[in-house]
Structures are given as C-alpha cells and as structure tokens.
RNA sequence: GGUCCCGUAGCUCAGUUGGAUAGAGCAACAGACUUCUAAUCUGUAGGUCCCAGGUUCGAAUCCUGGCGGGAUCACCA
C-alpha cells in the first residue's frame, strides 16, 4: 500500500503547488477504479473543485499530469466528470507480487498486545445442538480466528448451562421412562437421549395439563412439574443420589456435543459450567451496595437504576437471596478477565439478548470492571426456515448432526455424478466428501452478515453451484491441478505483457491483508466470505482464458505458475479462517 | 406503548469513511467441453434500493417523519 501513500502525497503537494491551496491528506477520497472505466486507482476530485476554483475536468487533468510526473508506478491516466483515474505500470505489479510471494504470513497482521476472548456456543445440557447453534459456531469460531488473523491472542470459550429446571426435567422424564437406557445400552448419541426425555417431559407435562384443565383445576401444577422442581431442590442441597445422576446424564450430553463439535471443527480453550459460576457475582453486588451503585427494595431484592443509560431498572439479587441470569453473568466476566486478563471480550450471543447485554455492560461499566470498555455483544440474527420460524414444539427445528449428515451425503451424490475421484481410496473420498459437503454448510451460513437474521432453505445449503463453498473449493482444487501437472517448478523473475485476467486477479489478491484487518474490527466473516467467492471467481476467469500450461514463453509460464500457486495459497489461508478444509481433488 | 435491529431483482444475498450507468448467485432463456477437472465460463432478461421530506456538487448509504417485518421490555435463561 506504499503507492497509497505516494499518491495522497503527491495529491497533497500537487493541490499545494498548482493552485497554492492546503488539503490534508485525509480529505482525499480514492477508490478502486470501476471495472468499466480504465485505471487502477481513482481519485474523486470534487470535493477540491470549490477550493481551487477549478472545473472537476481542468482539475483532474492538472492533478492527474502532476501525479504521473511524481509518482513513478503511475503509467497514465484519464478523467471522468470528476474522477481522476490512475493506472500503475505493470512493473509496479510485478514487483508488488514480488512482495507478496517473499511474504509466507501475507496477509496476517502484525502481532498486537491486546488480547481478545471470544465466547460462543454456549448450550444447555438438555437437548443437542440445533442450526441456530451451528451459526453461533461457526460465527464465533470465525471472528476468533479473523482477530487471531489480525495479530491478537485470542481465547475460545463457552459457557455451559449445566444446571437449572431444564436438565432437571429431562432428568426426571428417565427416571420415570428411561428403564436405565444410557448411550452405551441403546446406542443413541448421548445428547440425543437426553433430548429424547426432554421431549418425553413436555409430553407428559402438557397431558397432565389437559387432564387438570378438564377437570377445571387449570390453576395447578402439573405434577410432573413439581417433581422436576423437586429435584432443582435436592439438587442445590447436594443430593448425592440426583448429583450423580446429573453427572451421568450431562456426561452423556458433553460426549454427544463432542462429536458434534468435532464434525464442526470446533474446540474451546476453556469451559465454563454454570454449575461452578452460578453463585459468582454476589459478592459483586454486595460490594456495590455498600457503594450505593445499587439499592434494596422493602422485599430484599438487590435492583440497579439504569434509566440515565435509557434502560429500566435492572434485578441483579432475588428477594430471596439467590442470583439471576444478570448476577452470574457478572460474577463470570471478573472471573474470566482473572483467568486470561482479557480487556477485550467478545460475547456471540443472538440478537433476543440485546437488551441484556446492554445493561449487563452498562452495570460493569458502572462497577469500575477493568475490562468495560471492551466488552462487544456480538450479536446475530435468527435463522428461519422457508415455512417461517424455527418450533421445537412443531417439530421443525433442524437437528445439527442430522444436517451435517445431509449435507454430506449431498455431496457425495454430487461427487459420484461427476466421477472426478472415482479411483481414489474409500478412506480419501470420504475425506473429500465431508470437506465439500461441510464446507458448504459453513460458507451457506457465514456469507450473510451476522446481524441479519436469514432465510435457511435446505434445498439450497446443500447445492453446490454458484456461491458456495463447493464453488471456492474447486478454485482451489484447479491450482492445485495444475500445480501436480507441472513436473519441475519454474523460477519466476519477471514478466512483460500482463493480460487484464492476470492484472485482475493480482490486484484482487492484493487486498486480502485489508479484507483481514477490515473484517476483524468489524467483526464481519461475511466481508472474509465474500471476498473469497470474488477471488475465486477472478481465479476462475483467469483459469478459462489464460492458458497458464501453455503459455507462450518460459518467462511467461514461471508469471502464471506463481500467481496459480500463491492463489490457491490465499483461498486455504483465507478459508482456514472461515473454518473450512480445502481438498486436493473432488 | 417504549427501546433496538432489519427492509436492495421473482428468491437468497453483496454494495467500504456519502461518489461514476446499484452488483453477484439461484431460478428462466441462449451459447461454450477433441482443451490445465464444465462443481466452470460467456451472453440475454430481470430494479419505485419500502414511502415522503431534508442535508449537498453528489444519497441505497447521513438526518427527520411515516409504513412493513422481527426482537425485547420477567424475582426466565
């Protein structure tokens, strides 16, 4: 980005000595030159028409010819009402991707200080993971390693809703229905089990609802409810008996999230359990009582007045004594900033907790934490189905595992009509088979901008044209292609003649260190997913038209063998940080 | 009702701090495999950027007010 530089000098200076008026740099607004137009680089002259006294034409033809005077990598340029389009020399390009390739970390930031932790996932121990969970995946793992990208340090963690009514519930349904089914006996995926009696939980407690209804009595509670509170209580009391059953049954659970995870691709540096944080944060509440940062009601119940941040008045302690949500969120950020000194923490959590975090924020804030200032609510959008909403109730929440399975197996049926790796081993298609096939899950989700809730069509996640992760893949598997056709590797030095398909996909390559730095501190993998889908495609189009095995001259042929390589080089690395494997051959 | 988010082609989505004639994919139609893998490439068609004002050389983008959709406003998590 030198030339950068240069040329906003040169802009700065040219305004100075031509027409003695003072600009400062960052007035200059510059863009990547439209695709219609001739040049490289264009800068917009219309806001120094007034200053100067000068048409945006005579303008951008004084300034332009000034340009090219100073700056030896500009080789011409034209002016469009009041753009002034600059072209570099083909030398200048190839020098720039002389740069690139001596770089191995291209594109990687500069190692920061500032250590970051990024919180995703974050399930509850009563039923497996579902779409909405994979999008929270792969959005946290992505912005984790968009920042890793960018030079920080960086800490995965979840927290775990391990404890609480909804596990207790799934908890009682087995010890009435189970008759001792465990993963191992029946063979079902642990996390699947316990969902299993969870579902069988609601079942009961809504008949036993209908019958208190018939009988005019819909006030009460179901008793099946009240065993499961029952065993909330036993549980906060130590029961050895329900522990240890709690314990077996969230083992299950973690052993099938396990294997869930991994399929993802997915790991954490450290787990929280709720069960360990849940009475964190009191002491907090205590200690800002004393300084008056909250206030107690008549009934006991600890609240915090947060109207002047436009929030309301916010619980932090119940009547009784015992913590909510808010008091273990507390407790948990102070614990972690102990355990990593993170002063900058990323919270992935979808967009119904705006409000919550919000106020959470607002009341550390308040309590002087060390870390307030870098608190960020990453927060996303659901994700709908074509019919409308996700409903457990309805049944139409779409399973992790069994999408993940589906999506596989769709790229096997794609592979096999193609039969492209027919003679390959079973061990390495398979391989394939789920990179492509998970790979395209990951990209369908991470292209939309996490804000966004977005429409899931399963039809569409698993096609592999057009904007797909399979689409990326297979730009990839072209370099390598070629790569494996050449048998001794050519030394580039230099190259005359740049074809517009090689110049295009030179300057699309020399944006990806931005794409990172932009991506990170917006925390956007979507920015990072869409680039890719343009390199590949820009690759694509210099694969049709540039023959790069028979090119014209060994000069030539050593040119587009390193820009094939240092391509397919940039897609894994890019990709690698969207979380998604390249193949070799598919 | 208060607050926050979203609204761009039939559908799914891009569109940098305001910049040129608003772009991709899917679906539709028409082409390109004797060629480095056609999971590709080329072309045609498709738009009241929700609406109305305002700011200015210039607005999909910023401001105000509407309309439509969603979320949230629990001693739930």
Partial sequence: MEILDQIKGAVVN?????????????????????????????????PFVKLVGKSPI?????????????????????????????????????????????????GFGEAKEEKVMVEFSSPNTNKPLHLGHIRNNLLGWSTAALLEAAGHEVFRVQVINDRGIHICKSMVAWQRFGN??????????????????????????????????AEGKDKEEPEILS??????IKWEENDPEIRNLWKEMNGWVYAGFDASYKRLGISFDKNYYESETYLLGKELVEEGLKNDKFYKKEDGSVWIDLEDAKLDHKLVLRSDGTSVYMTQDLGTAHERYKDFGTKRMIYVVGD?????????????KRLDAPFAAGLYHLSYGMVNLPTGRMKSREGTVVDADDLMEEVVKAAKVES????????????????????VGIGSLKYFLLRVQPQKSMVFNPE?????????????????????????????????????????????????????????????AKYDPAEMATYMYDLAKTYNKFYYDVKILKAPNQEALAFR????KFTGEIIERGMKILGIDMPERM
């Fill in 460 to 520: 569409e996640s698993v096609s592999l044209n057009g904007q797909t992760g399979a689409f990326i893949q297979y730009a990839y598997v072209r370099t390598k292609g070629i790569e494996r056709k050449m048998k001794e590797i050519p030394n580039f030095e230099n190259y005359e003649g740049l074809d517009p398909k090689e110049l295009a996909l030179l300057s699309m390559l020399n944006k990806f260190p931005m794409v990172i730095q932009n991506a990170a």
């Fill in 561 to 564: 063998f390193a820009l094939n």
């Fill in 58 to 106: 005579e303008l951008g033809d004084q300034l332009g010819a000034y340009i090219q005077k100073e700056v030896d990598a500009v080789s011409s340029f034209n002016v469009v009402k009041g753009f002034l389009n600059l072209s570099f020399t083909e030398s200048h390009w190839i020098s720039e991707f002389k740069s690139m390739l001596a770089n191995d970390q291209y």
């Fill in 180 to 213: 001792g089914e465990t993963p191992a006996s029946s063979g079902l995926k642990g996390d699947h089990l316990v969902g299993k009696y969870y579902v069988l939980y609601s079942d009961e407690e809504k008949a036993q609802k209908a019958i208190l209804v």
């Fill in 14 to 46: 040219g305004i100075q000595s031509l027409f003695d008026k003072t600009i400062n740099e960052n007035q200059i607004i510059h863009n990547e030159t439209r695709k219609e137009f001739e040049g490289d680089l264009t800068i917009v002259v219309f």
């Fill in 227 to 232: 065993a499961a509170r029952a065993l909330l």
């Fill in 416 to 435: 096999e009509i193609r039969q492209e790796i027919e003679g390959l081993p079973e061990e390495n298609k398979l391989s394939i088979w789920e990179k």
């Fill in 352 to 364: 119904e907790q705006n409000y919550h975090f919000k106020a959470l924020f607002e009341i550390l």
